[in-house]
């Protein structure tokens, strides 16, 4: 057990509405993710945290921005969804970066956008 | 761009069979190769390696990477129903950004009936 939390677990929504996605983890640890998931991509990087209010985009960051007030927090929110977001969404966290710590994940948040 | 290709992307096998997952990279400033397993929910971490020829090895699965040939193998020997998952391979770029950058491949999907 990794000690990550993503709530909510499953969400159905429609286009145009703002949908926020929570990351929670119990471990302290300094590097944290938001990845999605969709098949035929393997794993997708969205916005990483190297600290409380560091943050920074990844491969696929448009329609995405995320907030880091606290340590243990990590939210992704999607300001006005689109069916494009459809996906399952994956937090991970990492003891140092990625190059030389390996990244452990919770257990997603399946999101549906109608 | 850094790219991460495995195959194959499905295989299915009878418990008892020995497979081998295939995973090659292209990846500059690369560090480190990672596997991980995928059942129903978070891909869990099973292998990170660094080194070429170094074989790792956990109970019935194993792992070695050649960064000449810039690939690396998964093996699992005597499989069971529950060996049943997606496996992912991952690469690790030690440049560009804080966090160093993490490309996964498709993933393979293994299926080990009865």
């Known amino acids: 057990d990794a000690g990550i939390t993503q709530s909510p677990r499953h969400k159905v929504t429609e286009t145009g509405t703002p949908v926020t996605l929570r990351c929670h983890q119990t471990?302290?640890?300094?590097?944290m993710y938001w990845y999605r998931q969709d098949p035929g991509h393997g794993l997708r990087l969205i916005h990483y945290?190297?600290?409380?209010?560091?943050?920074d985009k990844g491969e696929v960051s448009d329609g995405y921005s995320v907030s880091r007030s606290k340590t243990e927090d990590f939210l992704l929110t999607l300001e006005s969804a689109t069916s494009s977001q459809t996906s399952v969404y994956f937090c991970a966290i990492s003891e140092g970066t990625v190059t030389y710590q390996p990244q452990h994940f919770g257990d997603g948040t399946r999101l549906s956008i109608l | 761009e850094d790219k991460v290709v495995q195959s194959p992307l499905s295989l299915v096998v009878h418990e008892g069979d020995t497979v081998t997952l295939n995973c090659s990279y292209e990846v500059t400033n690369f560090r480190s190769l990672l596997w991980y397993k995928q059942e129903k929910k978070a891909p869990t971490f099973l292998f990170m390696l660094t080194s070429s020829g170094i074989e790792k090895k956990s109970g019935r699965l194993s792992s070695i990477l050649d960064k000449k040939e810039l690939f690396s193998i998964l093996n699992i020997t005597a499989t069971q129903t529950g060996d049943s998952a997606i496996y992912l391979c991952a690469a690790t770029n030690a440049g560009g950004t804080s966090y160093g950058k993490l490309t996964f491949g498709q993933g393979t999907i293994l299926t080990v009936h009865p």
């Open positions: 945290s190297y600290g409380v209010k560091d943050t």
């Open positions: 471990e302290n640890h300094r590097y």
